[in-house]
């Protein structure tokens, strides 16, 4: 039944504290449960002792005093000592190391009290002694392992200076799998639930708030995915709980951030509750055309966002538009809406604005379909047509086309009998012309 506990074993870091909990564990497996108690709480005692050494060698004046005490009580083999320095050692973490979180100082208390029941004659009622249940004894033996005896020596406010450290250091891992085991050898490597809900809520407390450049809240998002790694369940609690608290009442200004993490790191979207995810995406729908610039791209490929955003794309203006064709990789929906933007051109001055930023720099990826498109819209429209612009335009994007001929073949074969029906204007376009027809000589010479 403990079998996953015994594991444990491996990791217990004082010896001595090892013994006394494996004697814990067999205690129970024979259905000693006082026995298992006691046993317990003095691997406890041991532990605190040792972690107590661990500090004073690294030069912490508190625990060099409590441990020139223990030492000065066990030369003088003072009873009264030892069971008052025992029967205060929990007192004196809480007081002056908080190695113990809140939580686990009070599981250790009640494990304490349990054991003065065991090992005291008290009674709960008339000729009734202290009983301790196998539910007990195994949530004992549990929470002082996993909260305590495997755990090094580092106090509380410590352990979270030693984290942000390492998270906030220039050496930190870009990958969240990397810095997931560059974290894993520090303190976060086996950390207690209340060390890993600090770290996590500042982390997205910084980020949202914008403290530090951009490179830190890039590393700080890296972090925050690493933590969720390491511990899924517990950070999905908290997301599920204080994240979403803070959601709640965060202003309109830093909800840009909100929402770009949400996307960044998909755990956050998932725990949040159904108002505030619409919250999030109500935010995106009326942003100012300058917040949803920034955000649109990595939207329209996030799924709890992209169908806002493809919405929004039909109502931002043509800046923005060409704002979003100017990037490393553009979206297909980004894509779509230069294509129809340009098709559906109003004056000669717009189709011109239009040829030189919307629809230039999406050119390497249109497609067949996109294709079809302009080359009817240069038939449809004159605005279109009639632009020397649109004519060098269409002339690069039939010629750059690696399109199929036989899959535009009869949309070639019109736009060639348009352009030879245009009479003045169509002398204008005889180099296009030119290349249509290439294009569709090279597809007819072709034997089949």
Same mark, same amino acid.
Request: proline share 3%; hydrophobic share 40%.
């Given at each position: 039944?403990?079998?996953?506990?015994?594991?444990?074993?491996?990791?217990?870091?004082?010896?001595?504290?090892?013994?006394?909990?494996?004697?814990?564990?067999?205690?129970?497996?024979?259905?000693?449960?006082?026995?298992?108690?006691?046993?317990?709480?003095?691997?406890?005692?041991?532990?605190?002792?040792?972690?107590?050494?661990?500090?004073?060698?690294?030069?912490?004046?508190?625990?060099?005093?409590?441990?020139?005490?223990?030492?000065?009580?066990?030369?003088?083999?003072?009873?009264?000592?030892?069971?008052?320095?025992?029967?205060?050692?929990?007192?004196?973490?809480?007081?002056?190391?908080?190695?113990?979180?809140?939580?686990?100082?009070?599981?250790?208390?009640?494990?304490?009290?349990?054991?003065?029941?065991?090992?005291?004659?008290?009674?709960?009622?008339?000729?009734?002694?202290?009983?301790?249940?196998?539910?007990?004894?195994?949530?004992?033996?549990?929470?002082?392992?996993?909260?305590?005896?495997?755990?090094?020596?580092?106090?509380?406010?410590?352990?979270?200076?030693?984290?942000?450290?390492?998270?906030?250091?220039?050496?930190?891992?870009?990958?969240?799998?990397?810095?997931?085991?560059?974290?894993?050898?520090?303190?976060?490597?086996?950390?207690?639930?209340?060390?890993?809900?600090?770290?996590?809520?500042?982390?997205?407390?910084?980020?949202?708030?914008?403290?530090?450049?951009?490179?830190?809240?890039?590393?700080?998002?890296?972090?925050?995915?690493?933590?969720?790694?390491?511990?899924?369940?517990?950070?999905?609690?908290?997301?599920?709980?204080?994240?979403?608290?803070?959601?709640?009442?965060?202003?309109?200004?830093?909800?840009?951030?909100?929402?770009?993490?949400?996307?960044?790191?998909?755990?956050?979207?998932?725990?949040?509750?159904?108002?505030?995810?619409?919250?999030?995406?109500?935010?995106?729908?009326?942003?100012?055309?300058?917040?949803?610039?920034?955000?649109?791209?990595?939207?329209?490929?996030? $799924?709890?966002?992209?169908?806002?955003?493809?919405? &929004? =794309?039909?109502?931002?203006? !043509?800046?923005?538009? @060409?704002? +979003? *064709?100017?990037?490393?990789?553009?979206?297909?929906?980004?894509?779509?809406?230069?294509?129809?933007?340009?098709?559906?051109?109003?004056?000669?001055?717009?189709?011109?604005?239009?040829?030189?930023?919307?629809?230039?720099?999406?050119?390497?990826?249109?497609?067949?379909?996109?294709?079809?498109?302009?080359?009817?819209?240069?038939?449809?429209?004159?605005?279109?047509?009639?632009?020397?612009?649109?004519?060098?335009?269409?002339?690069?994007?039939?010629?750059?086309?690696?399109?199929?001929?036989?899959?535009?073949?009869?949309?070639?074969?019109?736009?060639?009998?348009? $352009?030879?029906?245009?009479?003045?204007?169509?002398? &204008? =376009?005889?180099?296009?012309? !030119?290349?249509?027809? @290439?294009? +569709? *000589?090279?597809?007819?010479?072709?034997?089949?």
């Amino acid at each position: 039944m403990l079998a996953n506990l015994e594991e444990l074993l491996l990791n217990v870091r004082d010896s001595r504290s090892r013994v006394f909990i494996k004697d814990a564990i067999e205690c129970y497996n024979v259905g000693a449960y006082r026995a298992s108690v006691v046993s317990t709480w003095v691997a406890v005692v041991y532990d605190l002792i040792h972690k107590f050494r661990e500090l004073e060698a690294v030069g912490n004046d508190e625990a060099k005093t409590i441990v020139a005490r223990f030492e000065e009580i066990r030369r003088h083999e003072d009873i009264s000592g030892s069971l008052d320095y025992e029967r205060k050692i929990l007192k004196v973490d809480r007081d002056r190391f908080e190695l113990l979180s809140p939580d686990t100082y009070r599981d250790l208390e009640r494990l304490q009290q349990d054991r003065n029941r065991c090992v005291h004659p008290t009674m709960q009622a008339t000729n009734e002694p202290f009983v301790a249940t196998a539910e007990l004894a195994r949530y004992h033996i549990r929470s002082a392992l996993e909260d305590l005896l495997t755990l090094p020596a580092i106090m509380g406010a410590r352990a979270e200076s030693l984290v942000w450290d390492s998270i906030v250091a220039p050496y930190l891992p870009f990958s969240a799998e990397e810095a997931r085991d560059y974290l894993k050898t520090g303190p976060l490597g086996r950390a207690h639930p209340t060390l890993v809900r600090r770290i996590v809520l500042r982390l997205y407390s910084e980020i949202v708030r914008g403290n530090g450049s951009r490179q830190q809240s890039y590393r700080m998002m890296k972090a925050l995915s690493a933590v969720l790694l390491l511990y899924r369940s517990e950070t999905e609690s908290l997301f599920r709980d204080d994240v979403n608290k803070m959601i709640s009442s965060e202003t309109t200004e830093r909800l840009e951030t909100v929402v770009a993490v949400a996307v960044r790191i998909p755990e956050t979207w998932a725990n949040l509750s159904t108002v505030n995810q619409r919250k999030l995406q109500r935010y995106l729908s009326t942003s100012s055309e300058d917040v949803f610039k920034r955000l649109a791209s990595i939207c329209l490929e996030s $799924i709890p966002y992209s169908d806002v955003a493809k919405r &929004r =794309l039909s109502s931002v203006d !043509d800046e923005t538009i @060409a704002f +979003l *064709t100017d990037d490393f990789i553009v979206e297909d929906a980004v894509i779509d809406q230069a294509v129809a933007r340009y098709a559906a051109s109003k004056s000669f001055a717009q189709t011109r604005r239009l040829s030189a930023t919307v629809l230039d720099p999406v050119v390497p990826y249109i497609d067949g379909s996109r294709l079809k498109i302009l080359l009817q819209a240069f038939i449809d429209n004159d605005q279109i047509s009639e632009t020397r612009e649109a004519a060098y335009l269409y002339q690069r994007i039939i010629d750059e086309s690696s399109v199929a001929i036989e899959d535009i073949h009869q949309e070639l074969l019109e736009f060639s009998q348009y $352009i030879n029906n245009k009479g003045e204007i169509g002398k &204008r =376009l005889q180099g296009l012309k !030119d290349l249509v027809d @290439a294009k +569709l *000589t090279s597809f007819n010479s072709v034997p089949f």
